[in-house]
């Protein structure tokens, strides 16, 4: 468990463990574009659950496909939340240009970046559920080999690739978001 300090919250970085992989139909997901590149090991936080997010990764390694995007995250689907700069969670489907994400690395947060753009299309998604002795969670992404989360050891692992029994890096808070914002209370999302 590492922790990061962010602004006055206090956030903390666990490994999880990949319980399943599975097809999730068609949807909508959502490239996010920086107007600053990344590096290796570093991307934003998303999940299915503002309580359990994962560390998705950016789209610097290239593929046979297509070549490196180092400013784009292929974050997920719509419905997903993303952490903010100042802490704050959105879904992905409220963000606009200008908005600013917490960059972070497996070591914790690396840098706020500004969004240039956003780019949705209906693409094939995969669910991935992962769990830890204390908390469950799961994200959906699109199915494709350039999307990528961060494991333990800070590599990118693409899904296509995952498999259950594979650990990887995610944000996990107590407590619940009202309207993005952390408060006390509890709450169960499924």
């Given amino acids: 468990k590492i922790s990061v300090k962010r ?4 956030s903390d970085i ?5 319980s399943s992989v599975t097809t999730a139909g068609l949807g909508e997901r959502v490239c996010v574009d920086l107007t600053e590149r990344l590096s290796d090991g570093e991307g934003i936080f998303v999940g299915s659950s503002s309580s359990c997010l994962c560390l998705v990764h950016g789209e610097t390694v290239p593929s046979q496909y297509v070549p490196s995007r ?5 974050a997920g689907a719509v419905h997903s939340y993303v952490m903010m700069a100042n802490g704050s ?10 908005d600013q994400v917490a960059v972070y690395s497996g ?15 209906r693409r094939p998604l995969l669910k991935v559920t992962m769990s830890s002795e204390s908390f469950t969670g799961n994200v959906i992404l699109q199915q494709a080999e350039t999307v990528r989360l961060v494991t ?9 690739e995952i498999s259950s029994g594979d650990e990887i890096t995610v944000l996990n808070e107590e407590g619940m978001r009202h309207i993005g914002i952390s408060v006390q209370g509890e709450v169960t999302e499924k």
């Fill in 7 to 10: 602004e006055e919250n206090v």
């Fill in 14 to 18: 666990y490994v999880a463990t990949v």
């Fill in 70 to 74: 180092p400013f784009r995250i292929n």
């Fill in 89 to 98: 969670t959105k879904y992905l489907s409220e963000l606009s240009s200008g």
């Fill in 107 to 121: 070591d914790g947060l690396a840098k706020i970046a500004t969004i240039g753009r956003l780019k949705i299309e």
């Fill in 152 to 160: 333990s050891s800070g590599t990118a692992i693409s899904v296509t």
